[in-house]
């Protein structure tokens, strides 16, 4: 069980007959009297962790404690226990922070979902660079920053092995608004969305880099909600029975520009769905009604209450459309719909 | 004798055996590899019994000195004899505990002073390292639910970041910002149920969101152009059902996928057909055939913000965060 590029995963000896290690009496694992989980262990994992246990019991901080618990990691990233004596070797051996950065990077090429590693990478980077020195710089001399640009890289390639990586996202996005790197985000979430038109995870990053950190009742101003408009129209041309850039477009414009989904984005769409290149596909598909319902909801939410009986109606015909023709997987759902239409 | 169809019959003595046998398999790589999370394991493996009325299949008082004895000086419980503790295994453990009815075996302040302490500037932390999540939003507030101490807790500071995890499309991430996720949507809605805030909740567009998930194939996905799998038959359901609104899924195709997922052989639920069984999707996929209002069986009814069999939440004085649903969610 190595890792290339890791030096302190050493002699693959087993423990017992390494010279380093013959002052320590392994424990072996108790599982008491009447074991209802005896664990069943491979050799060289059994011979590791007795000698892991055995340090921890010491309370020993050493380098070859450090190399031991990496060893137990990686055969067994989950193993939360050898991640916690772990971290406090780091602290109380003051250990190169950059070192120990390259050896979370090669793990996590292994183990891409595993939540430790992560939170581990962000404490060691704040570390590295704290937020309050970076912040008093302009961004782009934090952009250029070694430390940064080596993390947005190492979150762009995981991000490249596995474009939905709900912690690689988390992660950037911890990055990003921790270090205020605002400015180059969409950029990057254009170049994930064009990859993948379809990455719901790139269209909620597009919504996090467009707020910038802001409260939810943020008001956009006029001009980024036409630009956002024709940004999602853009992409619903490409693939218009995709869930992600409806949702997103709606979901931004109820929040934060509500006239933008009657001024903007109505007309788009509807000039969309009248031009015969993609009236088929726009007709047949449920985000597009589904759209038309929140537009009309929200229309008549700007009327006088007398006034809104013909929005509602269209929107509760829609609705009917959904249930009987266009969505009757989620039929259930839009006859519930229908009920609620103008309720709020 | 005809052959059982899995995709339409329960295979309930296959599962009880799977779930025996759990602490038997030496010979798995699978087995010492989840050593860390055993506690959960267990836990996982008891709502499947209870929910098919097996209670008695593994015994209870050896579990209960098992349990006990993953219990540290800090408070909190470890994945295992001699782990560190966490938020996560201290849920599994307490929830283990309270199905037992062994619950007054714990002294409830150390357990209390334990989540207490993770609790920093409103929200809690997953463990002294400071991780930060919905889930733990969550379980502090299960944790000292069931133990009788919410009261400890900094409630306000919670449903604070619960809030600020709400999204555009009306779920949850697992902060703010996070993209929508059917696992902490689950969390975050069950979270508000305890506390009885659920009317910050967009509960028709969530409920969109929720309906979506369930694909052609019956199965549920856990956010969009995501592939289906059976725990989020548990994720999506459990929302839906704390919603009042689990009867916008098509509930008779979900069971079979579920039932489609069953390993014929060994017993035990897959995520989907054709994969290996665990004890995590045989949970899940239980609770969420009981939540669904399978008939093939008669399983028992599951509560959705515990995930533990309702007559036992009920029992233990937990069931009340019913009564704190929105008014005008009551059609």
């Known amino acids: 069980m190595r890792i290339d590029g890791c030096s302190d995963i050493e002699d693959p000896a087993p423990l017992a007959q390494q010279a380093a290690w ?35 019991a010491a309370g020993e901080e050493s380098a070859r404690a450090l190399a031991l618990s990496g060893r137990v990691i990686q055969a067994n990233p989950g193993h939360y226990t050898a991640w916690v004596y772990r971290k406090r070797l780091v602290e109380a051996l003051a ?28 404490a060691l980077v ?39 990586n709900f912690h690689a996202w988390s992660y950037r996005q911890w990055l990003v608004a921790r270090y205020e790197l605002w400015a180059q985000e ?20 597009r919504y996090f880099a467009v707020l910038r950190g802001r409260p939810a009742t943020t008001q956009l101003d006029a001009a980024l909600a036409r630009a956002e408009v024709a940004y999602a129209v853009e992409h619903i041309q490409f693939a218009p029975n995709n869930d992600s850039p409806w949702a997103y477009v709606v979901g931004l414009l109820l929040r934060h520009a509500p006239a933008a989904l009657h001024d903007e984005l109505l007309p788009r769409i509807r000039a969309l769905a009248a031009d015969p290149g993609f009236a088929p596909a726009m007709s047949s598909t449920p985000f597009y009604w589904s759209a038309l319902v929140d537009i009309h909801e929200q229309q008549a939410r700007a009327l006088p209450p007398a006034e809104r009986a013909p ?31 103008g309720a709020a | ?88 295994y201290t849920m599994s453990a307490v929830q283990v505990l309270l199905m037992l009815g062994a619950l007054d075996q714990i002294d409830t302040k150390r357990v209390t002073d334990y989540v207490v302490g993770l609790q920093r500037d409103g929200m809690v932390s997953g463990d002294e390292w400071g991780e930060q999540d919905t889930r733990f939003a969550f379980i502090a507030v299960a944790i000292l639910s069931q133990l009788g101490t919410l009261e400890q807790l900094d409630t306000q500071g919670i449903v604070d970041y619960v809030r600020s995890a709400m999204n555009y499309d009306g779920g949850f991430g697992s902060g703010p910002g996070g993209e929508s996720h059917a696992a902490q949507v689950y969390t975050c809605l069950a979270c508000l149920a305890i506390l009885g805030q659920l009317h910050v909740v967009d509960r028709e567009r ?26 989020y038959s548990w994720w999506v359901l459990s929302s839906l059902e704390i919603l009042g609104r689990v009867h916008w899924v098509d509930r008779q195709k979900l069971c079979g996928f579920i039932l489609s997922a069953q390993d014929e052989e060994r017993g035990g639920i897959a995520d989907r057909p054709g994969d290996v069984p665990d004890v995590y999707h045989t949970c899940f996929g239980m609770a969420g055939l009981s939540l669904a209002g399978f008939k093939g069986y008669a399983l028992k009814p599951v509560d959705p913000v515990y995930c533990m069999p309702k007559d036992i939440v009920e029992r233990a004085g937990l069931g009340s965060w019913t009564d704190k649903v929105p008014e005008s969610w009551r059609e």
């Not at chain 1, 023709?325 to 519930?336: L, S």
């Not at chain 2, 409920?207 to 725990?231: F, M, T």
Request: aromatic share 8%.
């Open chain 1, 22 to 56: 013959q002052d320590v009496e392994p424990i072996a694992q108790d599982d008491g009297p009447s074991p209802i989980c005896p664990i069943a262990y491979t050799d060289e994992y059994r011979e590791m962790m007795g000698y892991l246990r055995a340090v921890m």
């Open chain 1, 95 to 122: 250990s190169d922070i950059g070192a120990e950065l390259d050896w979370v990077s090669a793990l996590s090429a292994k183990h891409p979902k595993n939540y430790q590693l992560w939170h581990h990478r962000e």
């Open chain 1, 126 to 164: 704040e570390r590295l660079w704290p937020a309050r020195a970076a912040l008093a710089l302009p961004e782009d001399q934090r952009l250029a920053n070694p430390v940064l640009r080596r993390e947005l890289q190492f979150v762009g390639s995981a991000l490249d092995e596995d474009a939905k």
């Open chain 1, 186 to 205: 969409l950029a990057f979430v254009d170049t994930m969305i064009s990859q993948d038109v379809r990455n719901n995870s790139a269209w909620n990053q």
């Open chain 1, 311 to 341: 929005l509602l109606d269209e929107a509760r015909a829609i609705c009917d459309r959904l249930a009987t023709q266009v969505d009757i997987t989620h039929n259930r759902y839009w006859r519930f719909r229908k009920t609620a239409v």
């Open chain 2, 1 to 88: 004798m005809e052959p059982t169809d899995p995709r339409s019959t329960l295979l309930a003595d296959k599962h009880v055996e799977f779930i025996k046998r759990l602490d038997k398999k030496h010979d798995e790589l699978e087995y010492w590899m989840t050593e860390h999370l055993r506690v959960s394991g267990i836990y996982w493996g008891l709502v499947a019994l209870f929910l098919l009325d097996k209670p008695a299949a593994l015994d209870h008082q050896q579990i209960v000195t098992y349990i006990l004895g993953c219990q540290n000086s800090d408070g909190g419980f470890g994945g295992h004899t001699n782990h560190d503790s966490h938020l996560l």
């Open chain 2, 206 to 231: 969530l409920s969109g969101w929720l309906a979506e998930r369930q694909l052609k194939c019956g199965g549920l996905n856990g956010r969009p152009q995501k592939l289906e799998d059976v725990c």
